[in-house]
């Protein structure tokens, strides 16, 4: 098949598992031959950098899934919990709401954690320093974030082991094809995850001063923004999508990067001699393999899209996906896109967003990379494969499920 007909026929709610493992050809095909593509269910797909960010910046595009996620998840906790969390809102509630979660990760929040994650990381290297070979994913990249939002939210280590699983379900359930049994262990995420949270901001409440380093558990609970607090869903829910939006990213950050630095020894070796270059690695890691893949919008009104010589409107009503991996490879905007380049300037990736929507822990997210994979490649200086990395296999979030290494 060629490469137009390829992109003629794209179907992202029929993609199979070659597109899950490598989806860059499709986009590269897509960028050239369907920038605006529509689709059999009559849904858009953009892959162009300028499309992808104008439909993040537009205002006449909305993020609101009240109505698009009834006919997929019904009345359940799957629709409750991504019908209220921040991500998919607009504003005024997601500007109230956004407000309202800022408490959690202002600069003095974010500086009380900082000797934190240095700590939970010299942990980890420590302990991984006793063994010749170890998992990257399972055993470092995982752990970090699990551990921070673990602090930050006030779980007890005797529950920190179920974090993975809620957010793997709950996330799951958003790709385009999800099968019922896997919908059904979503919806059971929500509740379980729901019902302990529920008890800890219960406890929180009765003892606001007893939060340990790091927790902003109270600053949720009792945090206020002219005169109003998180409802009692909107905090539970929205304590669900930072353990999701902190953990799978951050994780996957980490995995995607080692993962690449593994493919591309020599830029392995650049870091290594160069630690100073770990600020560019992250920004090349987060465009190389883009932890979300594919965001969505919907048109409230008519808008145009595509390039100069091939512009297409998009109609009010239409549900559009945005390619965020496809843009962070486009020619049109990044010099040899297909090639990693650690020391890569100007980098304008958009793998946390962009506009009102740009993800709200990017801050915490890139220093928790910069510490994690910085300390990482200077521990292990002959750091080498033990093994096929695997991928997870989601369409929206990109990211390992296993990177065995001997070091």
Not at 72 to 91: C, E, Q
Not at 169 to 183: E, H, M, N, S, T
Not at 211 to 225: D, K
Not at 288 to 306: C, T
Request: hydrophobic share 40%.
């Amino acid at each position: 098949m060629s490469d137009k007909d390829i992109a003629i026929s794209f179907d992202l709610s029929a993609i199979g598992p070659d597109f899950l493992a490598d989806p860059f050809p499709v986009y590269r095909a897509l960028r050239k031959h369907a920038p605006v593509h529509r689709m059999p269910d009559d849904t858009y797909f953009l892959s162009r950098y300028d499309d992808v960010v104008q439909a993040f910046r537009h205002p006449g595009m909305s993020s609101d899934k009240t109505v698009d996620f009834k006919p997929k998840f019904g009345d359940g906790p799957l629709y409750t919990h991504h019908t209220t969390s921040l991500v998919f809102n607009d504003p005024p509630i997601h500007t109230r709401v956004r407000k309202l979660l800022a408490g959690a990760f202002t600069p003095r929040k974010i500086t009380e954690l900082n000797p934190l994650i240095h700590q939970i990381i010299d942990d980890l290297l420590d302990e991984l320093a006793t063994r010749k070979t170890f998992d990257v994913l399972q055993d470092y990249a995982l752990a970090l974030p699990t551990a921070i939002i673990s602090y930050m939210l006030g779980i007890p280590e005797k529950h920190r082991h179920k974090l993975h699983g809620y957010s793997n379900l709950i996330l799951g359930a958003l790709d385009p094809v999800v099968q019922p049994d896997k919908l059904l262990a979503g919806h059971n995420a929500v509740d379980e995850f729901g019902a302990m949270l529920e008890e800890l901001i219960a406890k929180r409440r009765e003892e606001p001063n007893s939060a340990s380093q790091g927790e902003v558990l109270a600053a949720l609970i009792f945090g206020e923004v002219d005169g109003e607090r998180l409802t009692a869903v909107e905090l539970v829910q929205n304590c669900i999508f930072l353990l999701n939006a902190g953990h799978e990213t951050t994780a996957n950050m980490v995995g995607n990067c080692m993962d690449m630095l593994l493919d591309f020894p020599d830029q392995l070796q650049r870091l290594q001699d160069d630690p100073d270059l770990i600020t560019t690695t992250i920004e090349e890691a987060l465009r190389w393999q883009s932890p979300l893949q594919i965001g969505n919008r919907k048109a409230m009104e008519d808008v145009e899209f595509g390039p100069p010589d091939r512009r297409a409107t998009i109609p009010a009503g239409t549900f559009i996906h945005c390619g965020v991996a496809a843009a962070n490879r486009d020619p049109e905007t990044f010099d040899d896109p297909e090639t990693v380049d650690i020391s890569r300037k100007p980098n304008p990736q958009i793998a946390f967003g962009i506009g009102k929507h740009v993800c709200l822990g990017n801050t915490l997210g890139r220093i928790e990379g910069r510490v994690a994979i910085g300390k990482f490649v200077k521990r292990f200086p002959n750091l080498r494969r033990n093994g096929q990395s695997q991928l997870h296999g989601r369409a929206r979030f990109r990211g390992l499920k296993a990177l065995p290494v001997a070091v």
